[in-house]
């Protein structure tokens, strides 16, 4: 079979995949992760309301700060480009073209490490969905954690998109650098260095990227830690229900495509 009909097979069942995972993971984050918003944004919206005047003034003046007050509060309204309830309704749109993105790209690195690793099928499938995880979420995530919305100083919104990005690199560097050492001791005698090898190279990677890397702190000290706690929470689920189901899914219709190729093996043997 040509060499493109697998990689355009095994792409398809990316898509697939990333699909159901987008689609899956779009619903815990309207039930467990949506709620967190919305008390951010309340919170928000809250600390950014006008103070009401403390000194009299005259009528004139009492009349034209409340003209100005009525149109501050309707301009409030219609700042956002999005309602939230349009922002909830383009959640699962926004998932799921999220995981079928990721899909493909999964499908692509599936097609390339059936080349350099031993394992194959859903096995293959599921490693690769922890890696992936681990790499782009997990070393990410508790280095710089998701904030709510309330979180954060909009001028400095480059600079933590840079260093969330270093860290995505710094994840993916430490899962490659396990990898390649789970492969050179492949074949040692003791399974607790082939366990522990690679873990050994991956906190390394880890610890000294950590170090490297700024620290980022704008949680201010009157916003709710439980709140935040929770939305972080939400959020590593969210993002882990998304890896979880995507490796499920493409080793499922791995499982599957390898079932049909074999059935007519089968009945020919009959």
């Given at each position: 079979?040509?060499?493109?009909?697998?990689?355009?097979?095994l792409?398809?069942?990316?898509?697939?995949a990333?699909?159901?995972?987008?689609?899956v993971?779009?619903?815990?984050?309207?039930?467990?992760?949506?709620?967190?918003v919305?008390?951010?944004?309340?919170?928000e919206?809250?600390?950014?309301?006008?103070e009401?005047p403390?000194?009299?003034?005259?009528?004139?003046?009492?009349?034209?700060?409340?003209?100005?007050?009525?149109?501050?509060g309707?301009?409030?309204?219609e700042?956002?480009?999005?309602?939230?309830d349009g922002?909830?309704?383009?959640?699962?749109?926004a998932?799921?073209?999220?995981g079928?993105?990721?899909?493909?790209?999964?499908a692509?690195?599936a097609?390339?490490?059936?080349?350099?690793?031993?394992?194959?099928?859903?096995?293959?499938?599921?490693?690769?969905?922890?890696?992936?995880w681990?790499?782009?979420?997990?070393?990410?995530f508790?280095?710089?954690?998701?904030?709510?919305?309330?979180?954060?100083?909009p001028?400095?919104?480059?600079?933590?998109?840079w260093?969330?990005?270093?860290?995505?690199?710094?994840?993916?560097?430490?899962?490659?650098?396990?990898?390649?050492?789970?492969?050179?001791?492949?074949a040692?005698?003791?399974?607790?260095?082939?366990?522990?090898?690679?873990v050994?190279?991956?906190?390394?990677?880890?610890?000294?990227?950590?170090?490297?890397?700024?620290?980022?702190?704008?949680?201010?000290?009157?916003?709710?830690?439980?709140?935040?706690?929770?939305?972080?929470?939400?959020?590593?689920?969210?993002?882990?229900?998304?890896?979880?189901?995507?490796g499920l899914?493409?080793?499922?219709?791995?499982?599957?495509?390898?079932?049909q190729?074999?059935?007519?093996?089968?009945?020919?043997?009959?």
């Open positions: 079979m040509p060499l493109t009909d697998n990689f355009l097979k792409l398809v069942r990316g898509l697939l990333g699909l159901v995972a987008g689609l993971a779009g619903a815990v984050a309207f039930v467990i992760g949506e709620p967190h919305d008390a951010a944004i309340a919170i919206e809250a600390a950014s309301a006008p009401e403390v000194a009299d003034h005259s009528h004139d003046t009492a009349a034209t700060h409340d003209h100005e007050e009525a149109e501050a309707h301009s409030h309204g700042d956002a480009l999005v309602s939230r922002q909830k309704a383009g959640l699962f749109l998932t799921t073209l999220a079928m993105a990721l899909g493909a790209i999964f692509a690195v097609h390339y490490a059936r080349r350099v690793t031993a394992l194959s099928g859903p096995v293959l499938a599921l490693a690769l969905a922890g890696m992936g681990l790499a782009i979420e997990a070393v990410p508790f280095k710089y954690p998701a904030n709510p919305p309330a979180v954060g100083d001028e400095t919104i480059n600079e933590r998109t260093l969330w990005l270093a860290a995505v690199a710094l994840g993916v560097v430490a899962v490659a650098v396990a990898a390649y050492v789970a492969r050179v001791v492949a040692n005698d003791f399974l607790s260095v082939r366990v522990a090898a690679p050994a190279a991956f906190l390394a990677i880890v610890v000294i990227g950590y170090v490297a890397l700024p620290g980022v702190n704008e949680v201010g000290e009157d916003f709710p830690a439980t709140l935040l706690w929770e939305f972080r929470i939400s959020s590593l689920a969210i993002q882990a229900t998304l890896w979880l189901v995507l899914a493409f080793a499922f219709l791995t499982e599957r495509a390898t079932s190729a074999r059935r007519p093996e089968l009945v020919g043997q009959n």
